[in-house]
Each structure stands twice: as C-alpha cells, then as structure tokens.
Nanobody, 114 residues
C-alpha cells in the first residue's frame, strides 16, 4: 500500500512562511498528478494546489500568489511553499493524488496565529 507522509507544519505568525513536504512511497510517483489539500476544524477537506507529472500547476483562488506547489521526482517528494500566511490558512494539510485516490496520511497541522 502506498504511504503518504506529510511534514513541515507548525505554529507561525500571520505573514509568516512554512514549507510542507510529503514523501510518497511509490516508484511511479513521477507519473502521478499530485495535490495538497487542507481541512479546517468543522469543515470539509478542500483542494489547495495541484501539479501534474510534467509540472503544470493549479491553485485555489484563496492561495494564488501565496502558495507554490512543486515536486522532486528523484526524491518521491511533493512540496508546498507557503508565504504571507493568514489565520484562515489554519488547517491540517494533506497530500494525495489530484483525485484523492490513495489512502490519506496523518497530515501536518498548520496554525497561523499571533
């Protein structure tokens, strides 16, 4: 079974930055369209950013210009660089395929608060 291991979350002040990582235990990672999702308390899980195997990217309107998704296929790793963080970015962040087809990992908590 493919495993997804997210890391890099934490507590950050508004306006701060964080970089999330997700290691994917599948040798075919480079072929997957991947995505970052987030789930705030009491809300549904939403797609935040996606990236194709070829590197094409797409973002939710709420994070455009502030978040950057990238991947390192040699390391089977997906990244999410987040800048200018806002309190409304507080959530548990998960990675998965762009269709959410894999078993979800434990996620990584991001808290934006002063």
């Amino acid at each position: 079974q493919v495993q997804l291991v997210e890391s890099g979350g934490g507590l950050v002040q508004p306006g701060g930055s964080l970089k999330l990582s997700c290691v994917v235990s599948d040798r075919f990672f480079r072929f997957f369209s991947m995505a970052w999702y987030r789930q705030a308390p009491g809300k549904q899980r939403d797609l935040v950013a996606s990236i194709t195997g070829g590197g094409g990217t797409d973002y939710a309107d709420s994070v455009k210009g502030r978040f950057t998704i990238s991947r390192d296929n040699a390391k089977n790793t997906l990244y999410l660089q987040m800048i200018s963080l806002k309190p409304e970015d507080t959530a548990v962040y998960y990675c998965n395929t762009a269709s959410g087809s894999l078993a979800w990992g434990q996620g990584t908590q991001v808290i934006v608060s002063s």
